[in-house]
Each structure stands twice: as C-alpha cells, then as structure tokens.
C-alpha cells in the first residue's frame, strides 16, 4: 500500500527548541502534504510539496521530501506550546488516484512552555 | 480565508438508523472528498465526488454509503443504515483542482449506539 508511516509516534520538546518529524511511503508519488490536527479536531493544511521539488519553506515550517528514500521530513522552528498537536504527511500518487490522500499514523508534539 | 464547513459538530444514533452528515465546501472549488477516522486511528479516505459524479471510492465506501451534491453549495454523506463500527470522526475536504491541497472542515463526530 502507499501508507505514510511517520516517526517518531511522539515527540516531547520545550519552548523554543526545533522538531523535526519524518514520514515514508511506499510507492511513488505525485505530492505530499503535511497536515496538523489539534486533539478531536480538523485537520489544518500546512504545506504541500510536489514529487519534483525537494525543499519547501512556510514560516517556521521546512519541508524536505527525498523520492530515493520515499521519505519526507517537517521542521517546526522556535517551537511554541500552541504547536502542540498531531501532524500527519499525507500523500498522493499515480497508484492510487490522484484524490485520494493516504495518510500516515501521525506523529504526536508535545511543546512545553 | 474561505473554509469548508460541516454539519452537525456531533451526531448521536442508534444503530440502524440513516444519518446524513452535512458539508459546505469552498464556493469556487471543484473536487470534494469524505474521509473519516476512528478515534485513535488513521485518516482514511472514503470517496472522491467531481462533476456530480463518484471519482474514486475505498472499500469501506460500500453499498450502505452515498454521496449528493443537491445543490450549489452543499455535500452530503448518507449512511443508510448505521453500524457500531461507523462510529468516527467524518471529516469533509474540498480542493480547486484534482492535484491540489485539500482543504478540510473541523468534522462531525458520528457517535452510534
């Protein structure tokens, strides 16, 4: 299957400090997408990057994605407690419909103040 | 910045029974998406619905599952015949084209007892 696994399943920083979050997938891919999602709630769009493109920044945000290693990974700067949350890489692809999101298990940040 | 919107936040059923869950997707966007997640798991896709009509559907999209567009603005999800196991967190997404970021709505808790 085309699952996102992420690692680590969860992650415990203080303030201020970095995290980064790493994603692999099984099959090619067309984009991959990074998504936050607050405990029992929606999902929040954070960045997308295509298959072609191998570095993408949005703030405190930096995206790699390496299609050799089928692997992704999501820096967050500067942490803040209110970057407490799941994230989740979600991919599409050739294989599975371009629509269709596979998304991974989700890695858990806990941001201590 | 525009949002997809759902309706109820939270549904309580009995087993057996229709619900209809509710969407509002983004005015100018094209494609639109259920996926659900049951507490503790994965985000999984549902179905894929583009020029009135199913694009792509997952295996749990089975017989007791439809989608409509009725109108101009809304999306539904109808479950004909609720089981223990539809009880999740139906999430609603939108995107403008078929390759695009998906936006998603906060979802509607299906809770079936």
């Known amino acids: 299957s085309q699952q996102g696994e992420e690692d680590p399943q969860a992650l415990s920083i203080q303030e201020g400090e970095n995290a980064t979050m790493n994603c692999s997938y099984k099959?090619?891919?067309?984009?991959l997408q990074w998504y936050r999602q607050n405990s029992g709630r929606g999902l929040v769009h954070l960045i997308l990057?295509?298959?072609?493109?191998r570095e993408k920044h949005s703030g405190r945000l930096r995206v790699t994605l390496d299609t050799s290693k089928k692997s992704s990974s999501l820096l967050i700067t500067a942490s803040r407690a209110a970057d407490t949350a799941s994230y989740f890489c979600?991919?599409?692809?050739?294989?599975?419909?371009?629509?269709?999101?596979?998304f991974g298990t989700g890695t858990r940040l806990l941001v201590s103040p | 910045e525009p949002e997809v919107t759902q309706t109820p936040s939270h549904q309580v059923t009995q087993m057996g029974q229709e619900v209809i869950l509710r969407c509002v997707p983004i005015?100018?966007?094209?494609?639109f998406y259920w996926y659900r997640q049951i507490l503790g798991q994965k985000v999984e896709f549902l179905v894929s619905?583009?020029?009135?009509?199913?694009?792509?559907k997952s295996e749990i999209f089975d017989d007791q599952f439809s989608v409509e567009r009725p109108d101009g603005s809304n999306f539904t999800l109808k479950i004909r015949s609720t089981k223990l196991e539809d009880s999740a967190m139906y999430f609603c997404?939108?995107?403008?084209?078929?390759?695009?970021?998906?936006?998603f709505g906060p979802g509607t808790r299906l809770t079936v007892t």
């Open positions: 997404a939108s995107s403008e084209a078929r390759e695009a970021k998906q936006y």
């Open positions: 099959t090619s891919i067309n984009n």
């Open positions: 990057i295509r298959s072609n493109e």
């Open positions: 979600a991919t599409d692809g050739l294989n599975t419909g371009f629509q269709k999101l596979v």
């Open positions: 005015s100018n966007h094209l494609y």
């Open positions: 619905f583009y020029n009135n009509e199913i694009s792509e």
